[in-house]
T-cell receptor, first 111, second 113 residues
């Protein structure tokens, strides 16, 4: 089944403890992105990647890192999470000129 | 540069029509439309590309006015399953997805029996 898989689905962590949210797609898509969703603000792009080893900042990149070492994987790294990074996170992928397929989301709480 | 969606919310009776608008202050390469139900991920509905090409599925239609940088999503004879939050996403560079999508804040659509 064609899909974008995110893990974990839910995560509660403490301020400053490094964490990684994984994202993997099995559709051979070139483009991958990370978004955060907060009430009243819609979906805001954190980082995007056009292909392996090609990444760029989105609208809200502060406090996040990404890597694209393989075409299928695009992990999101929070080196030192803070409470303002509590949010719902989505990974998405697409082919050029096509719609994005979203993962199921990761609900992160930083206390 | 976040696109502006209108209205913010709309309540309809089953069978009525709805129009959701999306406008950008920046020149667009493409406009995407997604629907998100509560607790779920956004689902792709349609993409409108500069030059007139459209790709999508389901019983919806949309328009893209390149001169005005505006798009509208048309939901006709709405069904209960159409309820959810609709987002437009805009791309500014050619090549599709080159800089990801910038989403509007969403339009909440409630369909009542």
């Amino acid at each position: 089944e064609a899909q974008v898989t995110q893990n974990p689905r839910y995560l509660i962590t403490v301020t400053g403890k490094k964490l990684t949210v994984t994202c993997s797609q099995n559709m051979n898509h070139e483009y991958m992105s990370w978004y955060r969703q907060d009430p009243g603000l819609g979906l805001r792009q954190i980082y995007y990647s056009m292909n392996v080893e090609v990444t760029d900042k989105g609208d809200v990149p502060e406090g996040y890192k990404v890597s694209r070492k393989e075409k299928r994987n695009f992990p999101l790294i929070l080196e030192s999470p803070s409470p303002n990074q509590t949010s719902l996170y989505f990974c998405a992928s697409s082919l050029s000129g096509s719609g994005y397929t979203f993962g199921s989301g990761t609900r992160l709480t930083v206390v | 540069q976040q696109p502006v969606q209108s209205p913010q919310a709309v309540i309809l009776r089953e069978g009525e029509d709805a129009v959701i608008n999306c406008s950008s202050s920046k020149a667009l390469y493409s406009v995407h439309w997604y629907r998100q139900k509560h607790g779920e991920a956004p689902v792709f509905l349609m993409i409108l590309l500069k030059g007139g090409e459209q790709k999508g599925h389901e019983k919806i239609s949309a328009s893209f006015n390149e001169k005005k940088q505006q798009s509208s999503l048309y939901l006709t004879a709405s069904q209960l399953s159409y309820s959810g939050t609709y987002f437009c996403g805009t791309e500014f560079n050619s090549g599709g997805g080159a800089d990801g999508l910038t989403f509007g804040k969403g339009t909440h659509l409630i369909i009542q029996p």
